[in-house]
């Protein structure tokens, strides 16, 4: 089987490749290929790979090119981890809606529209290359907005393009471990969109294990998510929302502790991944230090990871058990075993809504468990969303209809209309601001001329 990386130069493609090296099953990957625009990044995720296949018997062969064509050419499965515009791009994306006194984050609120709007023309054309030249491959999107990117490319791959992402997977393994409940064995009763979602219950052999978790504040006080929202905010809900919902919660006081930060989150990962990587460029090649180095660079973002909400929330470091690696690259192996050899899955996934989803219509693209088997991923059913995640996820959903519509039509209005309508941004004068900073930064948006 055949697997190829976009955005092949990234940093956390070892995460994939050591997940694909751990597979021995029959019908694996035997051979990844790397696409990245920047040769210099390729050579140096390269490297680590070599030293981690280093002694690997029948290890996947890797490959690497900065031809886009090339590397689809062939391929069974396209795992999409592109970033437009760079770290420098998200830093820019934070930095310009703080001096406008809102959120910047790279997924939610005015960044996030940012930079789905330079995103989502690119990964339009990828899809386009790839219904060409590998029709018959299937598409994993983890590019981030994973939700609204993957929502574009199903306009052209329809239910070939499935995303993926590591926060519901995460704080089902959290909730899971503080209940002493094996993950494997649980159902998760998990809804939303990207970075939207509420995990409302956890079944073991027919019980909801959740409101003995949210009846105990000791027990809440042990996952990263009952330290961030509070014990009360979280029976109060009756449920544990993704931990990107802290950026609409407490809004307030995430975009002070934004503001406050000596760098931010963009910013520091500017600076430690071009650290990285101008290490690796520079190093004599020894044996395992492009491995060590990247072990090492790993393990400072993982404990770094959200450090302005918990700043926000006044909860200190990261927990020891929280600095484990989301999983995302097992849910992506998992996904790829269960298509390519049908073996079925319950797996949370950014899929088409059909009808899961009442107040969504059929193409819109939802984060809710499916079943998965030979023929894609398949949502399940799930009870109604309450009222007030009723109105965040439709305005959310609303929001990324008009990137679409600017992204497809090059309408600046329709670009003013995705920041305005955003819950996170409090007035349409705001959002002109906004889009004139962003394009003043982002040569990838001149084209939104209308």
Same mark, same amino acid.
């Given at each position: 089987m055949?697997l190829?990386?976009?955005g092949?130069?990234?940093?956390?493609?070892?995460?994939?490749?050591?997940?694909?090296?751990?597979?021995?099953?029959?019908?694996?990957? +035997?051979?990844?290929?790397?696409?990245?625009?920047?040769?210099?990044?390729?050579t140096?995720?390269a490297?680590?790979?070599?030293?981690?296949s280093?002694g690997?018997?029948?290890?996947?062969?890797v490959?690497?090119?900065?031809?886009l064509?090339?590397?689809?050419?062939?391929?069974?499965?396209?795992?999409?981890?592109?970033?437009v515009g760079?770290?420098e791009?998200r830093?820019?994306?934070?930095?310009?809606?703080?001096?406008?006194? $809102?959120?910047?984050?790279?997924?939610?609120?005015a960044g996030?529209?940012?930079?789905?709007?330079r +995103?989502?023309? $690119?990964?339009?054309?990828?899809?386009?290359r790839?219904a060409?030249l590998?029709p018959?491959?299937?598409?994993?999107?983890?590019t981030?907005?994973?939700?609204?990117?993957?929502?574009?490319m199903?306009?052209?791959?329809?239910?070939?393009?499935?995303?993926?992402?590591?926060?519901?997977?995460?704080?089902?393994?959290?909730?899971?471990?503080?209940?002493g409940?094996?993950p494997?064995?649980?159902?998760?009763?998990y809804v939303?969109?990207? =970075?939207?979602?509420?995990?409302?219950?956890?079944?073991?052999g027919?019980r909801?294990e959740?409101?003995?978790?949210?009846a105990?504040?000791?027990m809440?006080?042990?996952?990263?998510?009952?330290r961030?929202?509070?014990?009360d905010?979280?029976r109060s809900?009756?449920?544990?929302?993704?931990e990107?919902?802290?950026?609409?919660?407490?809004n307030?006081?995430?975009v002070?502790?934004y503001t406050?930060?000596?760098?931010?989150?963009?910013?520091?990962?500017?600076?430690?991944?071009?650290?990285?990587?101008?290490?690796?460029?520079? +190093?004599?090649?020894?044996?395992?230090?492009?491995?060590?180095?990247w =072990?090492?660079?790993?393990?400072?973002?993982?404990?770094t990871?959200?450090?302005?909400?918990r700043?926000?929330?006044?909860?200190g470091?990261?927990d020891?058990?929280?600095?484990?690696?989301?999983g995302?690259?097992? $849910?992506?192996?998992?996904?790829?075993?269960?298509?390519?050899?049908?073996?079925?899955?319950t797996?949370?996934?950014?899929?088409?809504n059909?009808?899961t989803?009442? $107040?969504l219509?059929?193409?819109?693209?939802?984060?809710?468990?499916?079943?998965?088997d030979?023929?894609?991923? =398949?949502?399940v059913?799930?009870?109604?969303?309450?009222s007030?995640?009723?109105g965040?996820?439709?305005?959310v959903?609303?929001?990324e209809?008009?990137?679409?519509?600017?992204?497809?039509s090059?309408s600046?209005a329709?670009?003013?209309?995705?920041?305005a309508?955003?819950?996170?941004?409090?007035s349409?004068?705001?959002?002109?601001?906004?889009l004139?900073?962003?394009?003043?930064? =982002?040569?990838?948006?001149?084209?939104?001329?209308?």
């Amino acid at each position: 089987m055949r697997l190829t990386i976009l955005g092949g130069g990234g940093f956390r493609v070892p995460l994939v490749y050591g997940a694909l090296l751990r597979d021995r099953a029959e019908g694996r990957v +035997t051979r990844v290929t790397l696409y990245d625009v920047d040769a210099g990044r390729l050579t140096a995720v390269a490297r680590v790979l070599a030293e981690q296949s280093s002694g690997v018997a029948d290890a996947p062969e890797v490959r690497v090119t900065t031809d886009l064509d090339e590397a689809l050419r062939g391929a069974d499965f396209v795992f999409s981890a592109i970033r437009v515009g760079g770290l420098e791009g998200r830093a820019a994306d934070e930095r310009v809606a703080l001096v406008q006194g $809102v959120l910047g984050q790279e997924t939610v609120g005015a960044g996030g529209i940012a930079y789905g709007l330079r +995103t989502v023309p $690119v990964a339009l054309d990828i899809a386009r290359r790839v219904a060409a030249l590998a029709p018959d491959a299937w598409v994993i999107n983890f590019t981030n907005p994973a939700g609204l990117v993957t929502e574009a490319m199903s306009r052209i791959l329809g239910d070939r393009v499935i995303g993926i992402c590591d926060s519901p997977v995460g704080l089902g393994r959290r909730v899971a471990r503080a209940l002493g409940v094996d993950p494997a064995k649980a159902w998760f009763d998990y809804v939303g969109l990207n =970075h939207l979602g509420w995990l409302r219950g956890l079944w073991v052999g027919g019980r909801d294990e959740l409101p003995r978790l949210l009846a105990d504040p000791g027990m809440l006080g042990s996952i990263e998510e009952g330290r961030l929202f509070g014990a009360d905010w979280l029976r109060s809900l009756g449920a544990i929302p993704n931990e990107y919902l802290h950026y609409y919660y407490f809004n307030r006081e995430t975009v002070r502790a934004y503001t406050d930060a000596e760098r931010t989150r963009g910013a520091y990962l500017r600076d430690q991944q071009a650290g990285f990587y101008a290490e690796l460029s520079g +190093t004599d090649g020894a044996a395992g230090s492009a491995l060590d180095a990247w =072990h090492r660079t790993l393990a400072e973002r993982e404990a770094t990871y959200m450090a302005a909400n918990r700043d926000a929330a006044g909860v200190g470091e990261r927990d020891a058990e929280d600095l484990e690696s989301g999983g995302y690259e097992k $849910v992506a192996l998992a996904l790829m075993r269960a298509v390519a050899r049908d073996e079925h899955a319950t797996l949370i996934l950014n899929v088409r809504n059909r009808t899961t989803l009442s $107040v969504l219509d059929a193409d819109a693209v939802v984060e809710v468990p499916c079943l998965v088997d030979a023929n894609g991923a =398949h949502p399940v059913t799930v009870d109604p969303l309450p009222s007030h995640a009723v109105g965040l996820v439709t305005a959310v959903k609303a929001v990324e209809r008009e990137v679409l519509a600017a992204a497809e039509s090059g309408s600046r209005a329709s670009a003013v209309k995705a920041f305005a309508l955003h819950p996170l941004v409090d007035s349409v004068s705001v959002a002109r601001r906004l889009l004139d900073g962003y394009t003043e930064v =982002h040569p990838g948006l001149a084209y939104l001329r209308r």
